[in-house]
């Protein structure tokens, strides 16, 4: 007999992991148990040499869908004749990181329950379970557990209570536990705030919507702005409340057939579509295409497609008989997505004419990703909602704790530590104050989750960025240092840190203009080197 410490890094919190391990011990009968901490997940296992080797195989080989595991350690302990596995409560550990699930669109088998009459979550528009809701825009601290979401507020019922504690159950610790007896619900608001009588409110909304009205609706991370995608009118109206005139609009389909009979998809931008993280896809047009108003892409040869990825959207769909939507962020143009049900009253009043709204809190605003497929490869234009905060693995290890706070335009931050760098979600332009304030909030909330606190802040070299005014006032209250950073410099260091090199490179930038070593403006640049200068 033997036994073993095991500790399990990467993205292996709220995404099943321990009720596998529960599973998986259980089946090769070995005793111990598990428990989240801060930085791991850890598992002490007792039983015979072959099972628990078999064990660690099976850990790697079979995890939960949604996990990324990144290291497994282990080392021997002495026996303690434990009879029995079982998940113990979670701990905190101080100075460890912990890698977080992005927000997960609906899983098959919620989707199943949700549209099953005889199911007791049928058409409850926040069905979610393990494998797949709401995470980063939720959460409020670390470890991840309930305690620690917006879902905080809601008791579980007995019911939901049973299915959380059971460890055969789909919904074993699935932290956003819901049901219409204890759960979230929606309601139907007029642009006023005054609520509209309606027994079903996705259903009311629908009327509206085929009637030519704009609808505001309360997303995983932030408002939307809906309206008919073949109502020419109806996009006019939306394009001039939200003064914007002409830039794309995403449009949201049923499903991967929908798509496709609005434009030409290969096997890899279908995969991006279907898939868990279910981003805005740019897809090419069909010539041929007549059921979509023609402004809602104009001039462009390319539109932004997604599927529906909450319970809400599905229900949507349906009771529009899948007719398109456009499905844009809302805000006014290049201002950030309202998320806080009161500013959002405010902000899009002159633009919705009615609100779907809830009241499950979202404590990140959490922009829709926007990506393109490229020779089989995801090419990102936005990542945001799916993909942060999932860590990525840099080429060389950062000695020190970094943030790095990126740009003025299209603005997200990074926070380094050892092998792997944090990206955050889009957070728009910093010329606008909410923009800013929404930067230095989500910047305290990441260190606090991933538990890096940063020695070295980087910023670009241009002294008028509101970033950069952000780093160097923060090092003169905090103490640390600071470094600035070329433009396009900057460019071809993540270019080549998102590709996994570090060996010597030639990079092209010409993304516009970018302050100059030499006090000028430069305009694009081809530089030579690498990491190490």
């Avoid at 230095?440 to 005014?469: C, G, M």
């Amino acid at each position: 007999m033997q036994r073993r410490a095991i500790q399990v890094r990467g993205i292996v919190q709220g995404v099943g992991f321990r009720p596998f391990v529960y599973e998986l011990a259980s089946s090769y009968a070995l005793n111990g148990f598990v428990r989240n901490n801060t930085g791991a997940v850890e598992i002490e296992i007792e039983g015979r040499a072959e099972s628990i080797e078999a064990f660690l195989a099976a850990l790697v080989q079979h995890a939960p869908p949604l996990a990324r595991i990144q290291s497994v350690e282990q080392h021997p302990l002495a026996t303690t004749g434990e009879i029995g596995f079982h998940i113990e409560h979670s701990q905190t550990a101080i100075g460890e990181a912990v890698f977080i699930s992005p927000d997960v669109a609906t899983c098959s088998a919620c989707l199943a329950e949700l549209f099953n009459p005889a199911d007791r979550r049928y058409r409850y528009p926040f069905i979610n379970c393990t494998n797949c809701g709401p995470r980063l825009t939720i959460i409020t601290g670390a470890p991840y557990d309930r305690a620690q979401t917006t879902m905080a507020a809601f008791a579980m019922c007995n019911a939901c209570r049973r299915e959380y504690e059971d460890p055969a159950d789909r919904r074993f610790h699935a932290e956003p536990i819901a049901c219409a007896a204890c759960g979230p619900s929606l309601v139907l608001l007029a642009n006023t705030g005054a609520p509209i009588a309606a027994g079903d409110p996705i259903a009311a909304l629908a009327t509206r919507l085929l009637a030519g009205e704009i609808a505001a609706i309360k997303g995983l991370g932030g408002y939307h702005l809906a309206c008919d995608a073949t109502n020419e009118p109806a996009i006019a109206q939306l394009r001039s409340r939200k003064h914007r005139e002409d830039k794309p609009l995403a449009v949201m389909v049923r499903d991967p057939f929908a798509a496709e009979r609005l434009c030409h998809i290969t096997a890899a931008e279908r995969a991006l579509l279907d898939s868990s993280q279910r981003p805005i896809v740019l897809l090419e047009k069909r010539v041929d295409v007549e059921s979509l108003a023609p402004s809602i892409a104009p001039g462009n040869p390319r539109l932004g497609i997604m599927l529906p990825y909450t319970p809400v959207h599905h229900l949507l769909m349906q009771a529009i008989d899948g007719r398109p939507l456009v499905m844009t962020s809302a805000n006014r143009s290049d201002e950030p997505i309202a998320y806080c049900d009161d500013d959002a009253l405010v902000q899009l009043a002159g633009i919705a004419d009615v609100f779907l709204a809830h009241n499950r809190p979202i404590h990140v605003r959490c922009d829709d990703s926007v990506v393109r497929a490229a020779d089989e490869h995801i090419e990102f234009v936005r990542r945001s909602r799916g993909y942060a905060p999932a860590p990525i693995t840099l080429p060389i290890r950062c000695t020190k704790a970094i943030l790095a706070v990126g740009g003025q335009l299209k603005a997200t931050f990074a926070l380094a530590h050892g092998g792997h760098a944090i990206v955050s979600h889009h957070l728009g332009d910093l010329d606008h104050y909410e923009a800013l304030r929404a930067m230095e909030r989500d910047i305290e909330l990441y260190q606090r989750l991933f538990d890096i606190h940063p020695e070295l802040i980087v910023h670009d070299l241009h002294p008028d960025y509101a970033s950069t005014r952000y780093a160097l006032e923060r090092v003169a209250r905090d103490g640390g240092n600071a470094l600035a950073v070329q433009h396009h410099h900057a460019h071809l260091a993540s270019c080549l840190a998102d590709h996994g090199l570090n060996e010597p490179a030639i990079g092209v930038a010409f993304d516009g203009t970018g302050f100059g070593l030499d006090g000028a403006i430069w305009g694009g640049e081809f530089l030579v080197g690498d990491f190490a200068g």
